[in-house]
């Protein structure tokens, strides 16, 4: 399985021959939609067909997913899904590009955050 990691690079300098050369450092975060979208627990769900969150794989920009994966998700490119809750999931394309996109719970308890990252399927 392809794992989407968030890599985090850290320039040290080291002097050689008088110059001075970048060596990059890379720190390496497996992020799945488990760790980032929270479950459905709400009971209106019961009956929302997408697909489990562990066959997407996430960083802080985009979602990384097979094709079956994509074809699951329903599409709202000019609306959004009715039955606000926690967890749910579909795509949108917007211009030349799709998004996940998910409710999850605000602040607030009388509104729902919607969040989206950019879709990248293998």
Request: hydrophobic content about 35%; some cysteine.
């Amino acid at each position: 399985m392809n794992v989407m990691v968030q890599m985090v690079a850290t320039l040290v300098y080291t002097r050689t021959d008088n110059i001075c050369a970048p060596i990059i450092n890379l720190k390496r975060r497996k992020m799945t939609a488990e760790q980032i979208i929270p479950q459905i627990t709400d009971p209106r769900g019961k009956n929302w067909q997408q697909p489990h969150r562990r066959f997407i794989e996430m960083d802080d920009k985009s979602a990384l997913m097979s094709e079956q994966t994509f074809k699951s998700l329903k599409e709202y490119s000019t609306s959004f899904p009715s039955g606000q809750y926690a967890g749910k999931m579909w795509k949108a394309k917007v211009g030349d590009k799709w998004y996940l996109r998910w409710y999850s719970n605000a602040d607030r308890p009388e509104f729902i955050d919607v969040n989206n990252r950019e879709i990248l399927v293998l």
